[in-house]
């Protein structure tokens, strides 16, 4: 089975420009969360998503922004981008709302210039 | 509010020799407690974790921790590492009815052949 998969796997911005991310689900999976991982630093949640529905935000700006497809897929949007945005930014999925075990996926490299 | 001590950021040890990974939380509520691993170039593959009963939890490659709710801990053991359990090991904690994980700032460790 194939587990969470996240594209691009890299990507390079330059200041000020908007940046999508997305994410699959494994099978079966109805929630994804996006988690921001700064170099040299533990992840910091950004949003959760279930049943298409927000279920949770972090201390983020509102140039964060996400949304859950039909499929349980999702995208992450940052708008304005920043230096201060460069980061691996990583999905979870999981099969509940507050499931007790979250999958990861690769995450996206994304270096902000 | 919430927050995770991961007390040593770098954990050099001798392969076969023993290593404890320390992790402390703070919460003024009930928490479910996790470990990560992420090795290179990937996403966090979990551990263990904790949520009820027996204090001491095992977990996949030979890891164990053990919950010790007086001083708010949740150190990570292994009795003998080998040169691919070099990687950063993650302590988060989950609020009980909350969606998100809260990561500490992680422990790198390095195993010396």
């Known amino acids: 089975d194939a587990g969470v998969t996240q594209s691009p796997t890299h990507l390079i911005k330059t200041r000020g420009q908007h940046v999508t991310l997305r994410c699959s689900p494994i099978s079966g999976h109805k929630s994804v969360s996006w988690y921001q991982q700064v170099l040299g630093q533990g992840p910091q949640f950004i949003f959760q998503?279930?049943?298409?529905?927000?279920?949770g935000r972090g201390n983020f700006p509102d140039r964060f922004s996400a949304r859950q497809f039909p499929n349980y897929s999702s995208e992450l949007n940052v708008n304005a981008l920043l230096l201060g945005d460069s980061a691996l930014y990583l999905c979870?999925?999981?099969?509940?709302?507050?499931?007790?075990?979250?999958?990861f996926g690769p995450g996206t490299r994304l270096t902000v210039l | 509010a919430q927050s995770v001590t991961q007390l040593d950021s770098q954990v050099p040890v001798f392969e076969e020799a023993p290593v404890e990974l320390r992790c402390n939380y703070s919460s003024s509520v009930s928490v479910y407690l996790f470990w990560y691993v992420q090795y290179p170039n990937q996403g966090l593959q979990l551990l263990l974790k904790?949520?009820?009963?027996?204090?001491l939890v095992k977990g996949i490659n030979g890891f164990e921790a053990e919950f010790n709710k007086s001083q708010t801990s949740f150190h990570l053991r292994k009795p003998s590492v080998h040169i691919s359990d070099t990687a950063e090991y993650f302590c988060a904690v989950r609020q009980t009815g909350a969606n998100n994980l809260f990561f500490g700032t992680g422990t790198r460790l390095t195993v010396i052949p």
């Open positions: 998503y279930y049943e298409k529905e927000e279920r």
């Open positions: 904790y949520l009820s009963g027996s204090t």
């Open positions: 979870a999925s999981s099969l509940a709302d507050r499931s007790n075990e979250q999958f």
